[in-house]
């Protein structure tokens, strides 16, 4: 039976620890902006961005990240 290592986000480096908490402060405004463009002007592209930042979102809020 294989054993998984247990994820730790503190096995990472301080740089990469800094990049990725960067954006996560920077996700959900995007979102928020993604939807309000969506809602003016609708294209697949837009459609496609929305849902990549919220499946990031959600990647964060339930750290897989």
């Not at 979102?31 to 929305?50: A, E, G, K, S, Y």
């Amino acid at each position: 039976m294989s054993h998984r290592r247990r994820f730790n986000k503190y096995r990472y480096p301080l740089w990469l620890r800094r990049i990725r908490d960067a954006c996560y402060q920077f996700v959900l405004p995007l979102i928020i902006f993604q939807v309000i463009r969506l809602l003016l002007f609708p294209t697949t592209l837009d459609v496609l961005i929305l849902l990549f930042l919220t499946f990031l979102y959600t990647c964060f809020l339930l750290g897989w990240i």
